[in-house]
C-alpha cells in the first residue's frame, strides 16, 4: 500500500510583466461583451431554466445560454468557473498538449493570465494579483479555474478567440440534492442467508454474481495482473480487508492497494461509498468471512476525490477531473471505475474522460441512483458521455432497479437487486470489518461491471481497451440490436473470458 497527494495542478504560478501582441486590456471595447451584474431577473430566469430543464430530462449545455445568463449562472456559483482553452486555429474539442506544442500552452496561459491582470486592475482601480481570481491552473488540460464575479474580467474571457468553453463550477439549484443519494451511509439491514453461497474458507459469493457467471469465469481468470483505478469518496483506514489483508487467501499473489487523494488531506474518511465499490471489485478471498470481489486478484488503485458521490462543487469536480488525470497517466491502471456524478453537464468532467479515453483506458460510470422518481433525471454525467460505459442497475428480472436511471446512453447492467424485494442487493464489504452488507443502486452495478471487465482483461493482459470492450459487448444480453434503455444489457463473465481466450 502506498500513499500519494496529488499535485496535478498548481494553484499559482509566476507570469512575466511584457506585454505581448496578443494581449487584449480592453483596448478594444467594441468587441467585448457588455454584462449586467447582480440582474435577480436573470438570476431567477437561469435557476428556474436548469430546474425545468432538470426535471424534464432535457439535455443541455452552457452553450445554451446567452453571455448574460452564462454571466448570471457565474454569479449564482460564488464566483467560481472553469474556462477551457485552445491554441488559436484549434477546433473546441479538446486539444491535447502534445509535447511540440508544450511551449506554446505554457505562453498562451502566461498571456492570458497577465491580460485578466491587466484587466482587473483597470476596473477596481489599483493592482491586481493572479492568486486574487485564479483557483487553479491546469498543468495537464487545457484548463483554467478561476474565483471571480468581476463582468470585466468573464467577458474579456467570453471575447477571447482561445477559450473553448466557460462554464459554472458548482451546482446553481437545490432542487437535486434531495432526489439523489448521498451514498456515504452504509445498508444496516441484515444480509439473508440465502444472498450469498459460503465457500470452503468461510468466504461469502454475492448471489448477483451468479447472473453474470462470475463464479464460473474464476475457474479460468480472476483480474490478475488488472490495475483498476477506483475515484470515490475515499476509503476506511479500519477496513483491514483492503489495507492489511488485502493480498491473503487465495488471493495472496502479491497484489497491491495503492491509494491517494486528489480532495481533502488523507485518502481516508468515514463516507463508506468507497469501500464498497472497492470491495465489490477487488476484496480477497479469504477466511475472514467476508464478501469476495469480482476481481479478487486485481490491483487497486483508490483516490478520493469527493465528499460523497454527487458532485456539486467546484472542489469535487476538479478532483475528479484531477483523479482521472492521475489514474490517465499510470500505466499500471487499465480500467477506472466511478460510481459519482452530476446531473448537470460539466465541459470540465468531459475533458477529464476524454483525456483518460485517449490513454488507454476503459472508463466504467455509473447511470445515476435517486431517491425517487427516476424518470425525472436520465443518465447523469460523465456516463453520459461516450467516452463512458455507463453502467445501471436492474433486478433479476432485467428490470431497472427501483432508484437507478436508465436511458438511451447506457452501455451495460448489472444485477444487483432482488425482483421480490427491492432492500435486498448485492451484497459486499463494509466499513469496518468482515461482515457483509448490501450495496445497491447504478453505484454498486458500476463496480460489479469493472470487475468482470478485469476479469475478461486478465485473460490476456496484452489486449487493447477496444477489443476487451468489444469482447464484453459481443457476449452480451443484446450484442446484435441494442435495448433502448440497457445498451448491451446484461455482462457474461464466463462467455466473455471463454472468447477472450481465442484471441
Known amino acids: 500500500m502506498k500513499f500519494k497527494h496529488l499535485p496535478l495542478s498548481f494553484i499559482l504560478f509566476s507570469c512575466g510583466k511584457e506585454q505581448s501582441d496578443s494581449i487584449s486590456t480592453f483596448d478594444n471595447r467594441l468587441s467585448i461583451p457588455r454584462l449586467e451584474a447582480n440582474n435577480l431577473e436573470v438570476q431567477q430566469n437561469v435557476e428556474q431554466k436548469i430546474t425545468r430543464w432538470l426535471t424534464d430530462g432535457h439535455t443541455w449545455k452552457w452553450s445554451d445560454f446567452s453571455n448574460d445568463e452564462l ?61 486574487d481570481f485564479v483557483l487553479e491552473v491546469d498543468l495537464h488540460l487545457p484548463i483554467i479555474s478561476f474565483h471571480s464575479k468581476s463582468p470585466a474580467l468573464v467577458a474579456w474571457l467570453m471575447s477571447s478567440e482561445h477559450i473553448r468553453y466557460i462554464e459554472p463550477l458548482n451546482d446553481l439549484v437545490d432542487e437535486t440534492i434531495n432526489r439523489t443519494e448521498s451514498g456515504c451511509t452504509p445498508i444496516y439491514d441484515v444480509v439473508q442467508a440465502n444472498d450469498y453461497t459460503t465457500t470452503g474458507t468461510g468466504a461469502k459469493i454475492s448471489w448477483h454474481w451468479n447472473y453474470h457467471n462470475v463464479p464460473q469465469a474464476w475457474g479460468i481468470r ?9 475515484i470515490d469518496a475515499g476509503v476506511s483506514s479500519n477496513q483491514y480487508l483492503l489495507f492489511q489483508q488485502f493480498n491473503s487467501g487465495y488471493s495472496n499473489v502479491g497484489r497491491t492497494h495503492e491509494t491517494s487523494n486528489t ?3 488523507t485518502p481516508y474518511t468515514s ?58 497517466n499510470k500505466s499500471a491502471v487499465k480500467i477506472i471505475s466511478m460510481s459519482m456524478g452530476t446531473p448537470f453537464y460539466s465541459s470540465v468532467l468531459l475533458d477529464a ?118 469482447i464484453l459487448r459481443y457476449t452480451a444480453q443484446f450484442p446484435i440490436i441494442q435495448d433502448t434503455d440497457h445498451g448491451y444489457g446484461r455482462m457474461n463473465a464466463l462467455s466473455a473470458v471463454q ?5
Open 71 to 131: 454571466f448570471a449562472a457565474i454569479e449564482l456559483s460564488q464566483g467560481e468557473f472553469a474556462v477551457g482553452l485552445k491554441l488559436r486555429g484549434e477546433t473546441d474539442s479538446l486539444p491535447f498538449q502534445d509535447l511540440p506544442k508544450r511551449k506554446e500552452w505554457e505562453n498562451l496561459r502566461e498571456e492570458i493570465l497577465k491580460s485578466l491582470e491587466d484587466t482587473l486592475t483597470v476596473e477596481m482601480g489599483r493592482e491586481a494579483r493572479i492568486e
Open 222 to 230: 480472476q483480474g490478475m495482473g488488472i490495475g483498476v483505478g477506483v
Open 263 to 265: 480532495l481533502g488531506p
Open 499 to 503: 472468447l477472450a481466450q481465442q484471441y
Open 271 to 328: 463516507c463508506n461509498h468507497g469501500n464498497a465499490m472497492s470491495g465489490l471489485i477487488a476484496a480477497p478471498w479469504s477466511n475472514y468471512g467476508n464478501a469476495i470481489g469480482g476481481a479478487h486478484k486485481a490491483n487497486l488503485f483508490t483516490v478520493r476525490a469527493s465528499d460523497d458521490v454527487y458532485l456539486n462543487t467546484s472542489a469535487e469536480r476538479l478532483a475528479v477531473k484531477n483523479a482521472y488525470v492521475y489514474l490517465a
Open 353 to 470: 474522460v476524454t483525456y483518460a479515453n485517449s490513454m488507454g483506458k476503459l472508463l466504467f460510470s455509473a447511470a445515476g441512483t435517486s431517491t425517487f422518481m427516476t424518470s425525472g433525471l436520465g443518465v447523469i454525467y460523465p456516463a453520459a458521455f461516450s467516452e463512458c460505459q455507463a453502467v445501471t442497475g436492474v433486478n433479476d428480472q432485467d428490470n431497472t432497479c427501483q432508484t437507478c436511471h436508465d436511458g438511451a446512453q447506457v452501455d451495460f447492467t448489472i444485477v444487483m437487486e432482488r425482483s421480490w424485494d427491492a432492500n435486498r442487493k448485492a451484497v459486499g464489504i463494509n466499513q469496518y470489518n468482515d461482515w457483509p452488507q448490501y450495496i445497491g443502486g447504478s453505484s454498486a452495478a458500476t463496480a460489479s461491471a469493472a470487475a468482470i471487465a478485469a476479469i475478461v482483461w486478465s485473460v490476456k493482459p496484452t489486449l487493447s481497451k477496444f477489443q476487451v470492450l468489444w
